[in-house]
């Protein structure tokens, strides 16, 4: 073939743009850069049937309104979304064969399993002639790019941080002007052939209404918190009884809605007043750098004394844990906040994990599964690197010592008691003095405040100097073996 024509022949070649964990039209690296080719574009999502680690009810969930919405705002620049279900690499031959495309672009993932999978297909497509080009759109930096001056990754935060801030490229890519879209309507399996959506659509029902799943959604919290409680941020974050105190942009973060190149972009002009912020959209890009060099993170220690940790199964208890049914306010509020929302906020989760391993002294993986199932912002970076903090067996983890103090916490953090009362409404009527801890009021308040402990609301399932002292004979053990 002559040159030109070549060349002629190429332009018209689809490019099939392939979206994972990155749905969002804003800052898409992959979607940009084919769009600027002028070739016709194929915008498709495969829901894998080969996951490694099925995603959790809350998760899947989410994607569900979220590939909703990345259709509609395709839509709206002349894109379709194509949604094809199977193995990954055969249900791209399939598009491939159908289309006639010769180029694959996506942005990148950081799970081993994923990575393996799209090592596999860039190089099988390679060979057969197919260009594949990949991006990073979810990170800052990607997690092999900071390194110590020995060349190896951080353990540490503090010190990656400060590092990893001298590199951030702070311009997001804008949405594609124009796109020319594949000139035929291909073949999609309806969302609702995917079994997203939970049996029991009550709970679907139920958390939505606090959420505006999409990007639309994750823009408009974005500048809600911008523009007023970011300035409160360093002191209101930790109250979870302050709705606005943190962003909420995690489940948006999770799903790619939203990149954490446009959130820093959004308050580049006073990265000092936003820092305590950014230092939280740090721990998340830490948390990958750990998931990278660690596959694992979710089921293997990275300290590995902890291999020697004497777990207790205990199933009731775990339960109790699980239905917010502990009799320690603070902790029950959590679990509920959880079940209710599909979010629970930062302090809170702290207090939670510590009170399932150190209290119960449950294998915290037992809480990373849960709380991966039940989390709509579930992250297989920060969740699992968030129970291995609070276990003390995580790189730069708080000390296993230090043991949070379930009711103590919520005195502290939530003083009314409003977290407790909008979660536990049967303990609303408890002056707040005895709200964190209802087994210390007089008989005649539980009694005008219509709380019958054993009945209406839990007896401690543990007594809490009792478990503290158990916990740390627990870790003493592990130091002398
Ligand atoms: C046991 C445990 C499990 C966790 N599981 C998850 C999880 O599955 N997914 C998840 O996104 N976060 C997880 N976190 C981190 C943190 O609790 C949430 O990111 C935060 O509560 C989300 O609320 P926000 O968006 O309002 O946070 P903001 O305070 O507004 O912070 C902004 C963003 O920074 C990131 N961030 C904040 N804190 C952390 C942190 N400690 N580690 C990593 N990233 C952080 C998140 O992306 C968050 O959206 C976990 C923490 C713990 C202790």
Request: proline share 5%; hydrophobic share 35%; with cysteine.
């Amino acid at each position: 073939m002559k040159q030109a024509s070549k060349e002629l022949f190429i332009l018209n070649e689809p490019i099939i743009v392939l979206f994972r964990r990155d749905l969002r039209v804003f800052d898409n690296p992959a979607l940009h850069s084919a769009a600027n080719t002028g070739r016709p574009l194929i915008c498709a999502y495969i829901w894998e049937t080969e996951q490694n680690r099925e995603m959790g009810a809350a998760s899947k969930w989410w994607l569900y309104y979220s590939l909703q919405s990345l259709k509609s705002d395709l839509n709206k620049i002349d894109l379709n979304l194509t949604v094809r279900k199977g193995l990954t690499s055969q249900a791209l031959d399939i598009l491939i064969k159908q289309t006639g495309a010769s180029s694959i672009y996506w942005n990148r993932r950081y799970e081993i399993e994923n990575i393996e999978t799209d090592t596999e297909i860039k190089s099988d497509l390679t060979k057969r002639g197919l260009s594949v080009k990949s991006f990073n759109a979810n990170l800052l930096s990607e997690p092999w790019s900071i390194k110590t001056k020995t060349g190896n990754y951080y353990k540490v935060f503090t010190p990656y941080w400060r590092e990893a801030k001298k590199h951030i490229n702070t311009e997001p890519l804008p949405k594609p002007n124009s796109a020319l879209s594949y000139h035929e309507i291909l073949e999609s399996l309806d969302l609702d052939s995917l079994n997203l959506l939970p049996k029991n659509s009550n709970w679907g029902n139920k958390i939505k209404p606090y959420w505006t799943v999409g990007s639309e959604g994750a823009l408009n919290a974005l500048s809600n918190f911008a523009n007023g409680p970011i300035k409160n941020y360093e002191e209101n974050r930790n109250r979870p009884d302050i709705d606005n105190g943190t962003s909420k942009l995690s489940p948006h973060l999770a799903f790619g809605e939203i990149s954490p190149r446009q959130i820093w972009h959004f308050f580049k002009n006073d990265l000092q007043m936003a820092d305590k912020y950014l230092t939280e959209i740090g721990w998340r890009e830490f948390s990958y750098v750990l998931l990278y060099n660690n596959p694992k993170l979710a089921d293997d220690n990275f300290k590995k004394k902890f291999n020697n940790f004497r777990w207790q199964k205990n199933n009731v208890l775990l339960d109790a844990w699980k239905t917010g049914n502990t009799g320690y306010p603070f902790v029950d509020a959590g679990m509920r906040q959880l079940w209710k929302t599909g979010w629970q906020h930062n302090r809170v989760r702290m207090v939670t994990a510590s009170f399932l391993i150190k209290h119960l002294l449950i294998d915290w993986r037992e809480g990373e599964k849960w709380f991966y199932n039940t989390l709509v912002d579930a992250d297989p970076a920060s969740n699992a690197s968030g129970w291995q903090w609070v276990a003390g067996s995580g790189a730069d983890a708080s000390p296993y010592f230090r043991i949070f103090n379930p009711f103590s916490q919520g005195e502290k953090f939530d003083p009314d008691g409003e977290y407790i009362k909008k979660f536990i409404p049967e303990l609303k009527n408890l002056p707040k003095k005895y709200i964190h801890r209802p087994w210390d009021a007089p008989t005649e308040i539980l009694q005008k405040a219509n709380v019958k402990l054993g009945s209406n609301y839990p007896k401690p399932v543990v007594e809490h100097k009792f478990a503290r002292k158990r916990a740390l004979q627990a870790y003493a053990a592990l130091k002398s073996e």
